[in-house]
């Protein structure tokens, strides 16, 4: 049971360390465009993602799936960018288009798996049995994720309900920051 604790808060300060901030600033353009009503969705979303990276993750460390780490590094910061541009091409305040955005977050979250995997690798080593971690590190994850959606709904209540900023504008906003980043991220990690 240790060893699953251990794995566990791994995976939480994982994603929530702020050196892997593009893990963050991809969880943040996903429920952007939600308020706290929204939270079964958003969930949903979230979830959809982890599903994602939990397959490939498994898939990678299995050494079923070798793809060059560069490739990842370029991957994610697209996949933010394309969350990103769907949040600033939409013309509602939610999302019309609620399975599309399901299957983009499951599909992003097999990238973003790829990008623990090696992480995780050196972490396990050359350990017989590794369910247990996998499966912790995974539920580490899951937490830390839900814990940046909360500081995210929590801003946007703020922001829209407190200070009385229209939710299409800040929406727009934060998402354009994270475009932005995600484009230098994307350049700075280019493959070739």
């Known amino acids: 049971m240790e ?4 794995y566990l808060r791994e995976g939480f300060y994982h994603i929530t360390d702020w050196k892997g901030y593009d893990h963050i600033l991809f969880i943040m353009a996903l429920c952007l465009p939600y308020i706290a009503k929204d939270w079964k969705k ?3 979303l979230v979830t959809a993602f982890t599903v994602g990276h939990s397959v490939t ?6 050494d079923a799936i070798l793809i060059s780490s560069k490739w990842i590094e370029f991957l994610i910061p697209v996949t933010i960018l394309l ?3 769907g949040n600033l091409l939409q013309k509602k ?3 019309n ?7 983009a977050a499951l599909l992003f979250g097999c990238i973003h798996g790829l990008g623990f995997s090696n992480y995780l690798k050196s972490m396990l080593g050359k350990s017989e049995s590794i369910v247990t971690q996998l ?3 995974n539920v580490g994850l899951e937490f830390g994720q839900l814990l940046i959606v909360v500081v995210v709904m929590l801003l946007a209540f703020l922001c829209i309900q407190v200070f009385n900023i229209q939710r299409r504008e800040w929406t727009l906003f934060v998402t354009g920051g994270i475009a932005a980043l995600s484009i230098v991220m994307a350049l700075e990690r280019l493959p070739f």
């Open 57 to 62: 993750l498994a898939l990678s460390v299995f």
């Open 93 to 95: 305040e939610t999302p």
């Open 42 to 44: 958003v969930l949903v």
């Open 3 to 6: 060893d699953f604790g251990f």
């Open 83 to 85: 969350t990103s541009l």
């Open 135 to 137: 499966l912790a590190f």
């Open 97 to 103: 288009q609620p399975k599309l955005r399901y299957i």
